[in-house]
Nanobody
Framework: QVQVVESGGGLVQSGSSLTLSCVAS????????MAWYRQAPGKQRELVAT???????NYADSVKGRFIISRDNAKKAVYLQMNSLKPEDTAVYYC????????WGRGTQVTVSS
């Protein structure tokens, strides 16, 4: 059974940095795209960043220049380094991995105080 588990969330002050991690287990299939999404209270889930197996990346305009997505294919892991955090970055952050089908983690809360 495939499991996707995020970690690294927390409460930080505005301007701080935080790194999220996500690890997939229970599969031998190749992981293709990996991504981070977030959902703030009362808002729809939105795409934050994606990374292909080859390392190509794409970012939402709101996080460009502040967030960096990376992955370790051997560990089946994806990371999100978040710098210069703002209160509007407060959300539950979800990991998404795509193999034959897509899998989601349960999310990790990031709260940025002003």
């Amino acid at each position: 059974q495939v499991q996707v588990v995020e970690s690294g969330g927390g409460l930080v002050q505005s301007g701080s940095s935080l790194t999220l991690s996500c690890v997939a287990s229970g599969t031998r299939f190749t992981i293709n795209d990996m991504a981070w999404y977030r959902q703030a209270p009362g808002k729809q889930r939105e795409l934050v960043a994606t990374i292909t197996r080859a390392g190509g990346t794409n970012y939402a305009d709101s996080v460009k220049g502040r967030f960096i997505i990376s992955r370790d294919n051997a560990k089946k892991a994806v990371y999100l380094q978040m710098n210069s955090l703002k209160p509007e970055d407060t959300a539950v952050y979800y990991c998404n991995i795509v193999m034959i089908v897509a899998y989601w983690g349960r999310g990790t809360q990031v709260t940025v105080s002003s």
